[in-house]
């Protein structure tokens, strides 16, 4: 989390490139990636990913993290990704399926904070949520001696070239004075099912930190956006109120072919998740669905390199069959797993958890970071994560796509990078992300610079470290994949 001080919202500015001043970037068409044996390891090689390309989005000298993307599944051509950074944060789109991207500041000169999250609904309209903070409270402790903050929500009608020039607030405590609680996390969704009495509307849910717990808060809009209702409690049980001692974490939503929503979180050695059968207007009381190792793994002590991360649930849909999929990583094996599981019966029982990445167990490599996504036109299941299994020091990290076209039995490892970063002490965020669409695949992420000398802080991790910039993999698993390139 970064703190913001600027709640001002100012018209939306474009960024137009001159021949000059075009920033291009060539795509990184991937190789297979050799991975070099340990003593305990086999030599393991992973095989490209189809059509794999990866780009630098992030413009030079400008660091990012906190990066998502989105595809519009009635206009697979547009694709449209965002993240922060140095400079509040910056957004891009694609009107060709991401083989050309261009750099948009959708906040214009106002603020635009961290913790993203995007989607695009059934009109085609691009929902972006964040979240804005004058001062955390103290670092872990978030609720306590609070300031201003809030969630709010930017819209596009065309894809990401354009936003509205003012942000939709949907929750926020002014700036300027003591605030009773912290907003978090917020995920944003959209019911797009052709089949759903709920068609249209959009669902946001997020952390509220409060001084002796924290607790699930949820809202909706019905009308694309234009209000939204207020928030309410979705979490039967509240968490701690610290984020690394047991507090409610990582919410995610998605929708059913039938509108039924489906939302999940953590909550200690729990995936707890929550139900509703009208539109997001009442819920079930939420209840575990089964246990996972700790998902935090705070300090670059315990997570060489990296300043902190966290093995946080998402769940995806199978919309032609209604299979529900969770993903997260824990230590249950030692070093960081990344897992997944799967209901058959609309969340009311879950398979064993399989191990995604498909390295030898405990052999003292980390995955972590993973993103899921489940492409809706024919059901593949794909996950996204950071990979050190090719380093026997559990230093340098690629990027891993895995496959699945079994619903979830069984998955195929791919390399969708081949050069390493090495992190110190670096913030790449909270999540990486990954949407899919027709076979074709895209997930942003975040990477540590290569200079070792360049230190930026982290709000509220009261560290430094070297800066992140920001990439978008793209993975074809059609014939004859065509290339990416960034910003005409």
């Given at each position: 989390m970064a703190p913001m001080t600027n709640f001002r919202l100012l018209p939306v500015a474009r960024h137009s490139f001159s021949t000059s001043k075009t920033w291009l970037f060539r795509a990184v068409v991937l190789k297979a990636l050799f991975l070099t044996p340990t003593v305990t390891v086999a030599q393991v090689k992973l095989e490209q990913a189809p059509g794999a390309q990866v780009i630098t989005i992030s413009p030079p000298s400008e660091t990012g993290d906190e990066e998502i993307i989105a595809v519009n599944r009635f206009n697979p051509n547009q694709v449209v990704m965002a993240y922060g950074g140095t400079v509040g944060g910056k957004a891009a789109y694609s009107t060709d399926a991401g083989r050309n991207w261009t750099l948009v500041n959708p906040a214009g000169k106002s603020a635009?904070?961290?913790?993203?999250?995007?989607?695009?609904?059934?009109?085609?309209?691009?929902?972006?949520?964040y979240q804005l903070i004058e001062k955390l409270g103290s670092p872990g402790y978030w609720g306590h001696n609070a300031r201003g903050n809030g969630i709010w929500v930017r819209h596009s009608p065309d894809g990401g070239k354009t936003w509205d020039a003012e942000a939709m607030p949907v929750m926020?405590?002014?700036?300027?004075?003591?605030?009773?609680?912290?907003?978090?996390?917020?995920?944003?969704?959209?019911?797009?099912?052709?089949?759903?009495?709920?068609?249209?509307?959009?669902?946001?849910?997020?952390?509220?930190?409060?001084?002796?717990?924290?607790?699930?808060l949820f809202t909706r809009s019905t009308d694309h956006g234009k209000t939204w209702d207020k928030p309410w409690r979705i979490s039967t049980h509240a968490g701690f109120p610290r984020d690394d001692t047991g507090a409610i974490l990582g919410i995610l939503g998605t929708v059913g072919p039938d509108g039924t929503q489906y939302v999940v979180w953590n909550d200690m050695l729990d995936t707890v998740m929550a139900v509703s059968h009208d539109g997001g207007k009442t819920f079930e009381p939420s209840r575990p669905i089964f246990q996972v190792g700790p998902?935090?793994?705070?300090?670059?002590?315990?997570?060489?390199?990296?300043?902190?991360?966290?093995?946080?649930?998402?769940?995806?849909?199978?919309?032609?069959?209604?299979?529900?999929?969770?993903?997260?990583?824990?230590?249950?094996?030692?070093?960081?797993?990344?897992?997944?599981?799967?209901?058959?019966?609309?969340?009311?029982?879950?398979?064993?958890?399989?191990?995604?990445?498909?390295?030898?167990?405990?052999?003292?490599?980390?995955?972590?970071?993973?993103?899921?996504?489940?492409?809706?036109?024919?059901?593949?299941?794909?996950?996204?994560?950071?990979?050190?299994?090719?380093?026997?020091d559990n230093l340098k990290t690629w990027v891993t796509l895995a496959r699945s076209t079994d619903e979830g039995k069984t998955f195929t490892n791919y390399a969708w990078t081949t050069t390493p970063f090495v992190g110190h002490n670096t913030f790449l965020g909270d999540y990486s992300w990954l949407t899919a669409y027709g076979g074709r695949v895209y997930g942003a992420w975040a990477e540590a610079v290569s200079d070792t000398n360049a230190v930026v802080a982290c709000g509220g991790c009261g560290t430094v470290g070297t800066p992140a910039i920001?990439?978008?993999?793209?993975?074809?698993?059609?014939?004859?994949?065509?290339?990416?390139?960034c910003c005409p």
């Amino acid at each position: 989390m970064a703190p913001m001080t600027n709640f001002r919202l100012l018209p939306v500015a474009r960024h137009s490139f001159s021949t000059s001043k075009t920033w291009l970037f060539r795509a990184v068409v991937l190789k297979a990636l050799f991975l070099t044996p340990t003593v305990t390891v086999a030599q393991v090689k992973l095989e490209q990913a189809p059509g794999a390309q990866v780009i630098t989005i992030s413009p030079p000298s400008e660091t990012g993290d906190e990066e998502i993307i989105a595809v519009n599944r009635f206009n697979p051509n547009q694709v449209v990704m965002a993240y922060g950074g140095t400079v509040g944060g910056k957004a891009a789109y694609s009107t060709d399926a991401g083989r050309n991207w261009t750099l948009v500041n959708p906040a214009g000169k106002s603020a635009m904070g961290g913790n993203k999250s995007i989607t695009f609904d059934n009109r085609g309209n691009v929902f972006l949520s964040y979240q804005l903070i004058e001062k955390l409270g103290s670092p872990g402790y978030w609720g306590h001696n609070a300031r201003g903050n809030g969630i709010w929500v930017r819209h596009s009608p065309d894809g990401g070239k354009t936003w509205d020039a003012e942000a939709m607030p949907v929750m926020v405590w002014p700036n300027g004075q003591p605030a009773p609680q912290q907003e978090d996390m917020a995920r944003i969704w959209a019911d797009n099912e052709p089949q759903s009495p709920y068609l249209g509307n959009l669902y946001l849910a997020w952390i509220d930190w409060q001084i002796d717990k924290s607790i699930v808060l949820f809202t909706r809009s019905t009308d694309h956006g234009k209000t939204w209702d207020k928030p309410w409690r979705i979490s039967t049980h509240a968490g701690f109120p610290r984020d690394d001692t047991g507090a409610i974490l990582g919410i995610l939503g998605t929708v059913g072919p039938d509108g039924t929503q489906y939302v999940v979180w953590n909550d200690m050695l729990d995936t707890v998740m929550a139900v509703s059968h009208d539109g997001g207007k009442t819920f079930e009381p939420s209840r575990p669905i089964f246990q996972v190792g700790p998902p935090y793994f705070g300090g670059a002590a315990s997570f060489p390199g990296i300043q902190r991360v966290m093995g946080l649930p998402e769940i995806a849909i199978d919309e032609r069959t209604g299979t529900l999929y969770v993903t997260w990583s824990d230590c249950r094996n030692g070093d960081v797993d990344v897992f997944l599981s799967r209901s058959t019966d609309n969340g009311k029982h879950w398979s064993p958890p399989l191990r995604v990445n498909d390295d030898p167990v405990h052999n003292g490599a980390d995955q972590f970071y993973q993103w899921l996504a489940v492409d809706p036109t024919n059901g593949d299941v794909y996950v996204e994560f950071y990979d050190r299994r090719a380093d026997p020091d559990n230093l340098k990290t690629w990027v891993t796509l895995a496959r699945s076209t079994d619903e979830g039995k069984t998955f195929t490892n791919y390399a969708w990078t081949t050069t390493p970063f090495v992190g110190h002490n670096t913030f790449l965020g909270d999540y990486s992300w990954l949407t899919a669409y027709g076979g074709r695949v895209y997930g942003a992420w975040a990477e540590a610079v290569s200079d070792t000398n360049a230190v930026v802080a982290c709000g509220g991790c009261g560290t430094v470290g070297t800066p992140a910039i920001i990439r978008i993999g793209i993975a074809d698993f059609n014939p004859k994949p065509n290339r990416a390139v960034c910003c005409p």
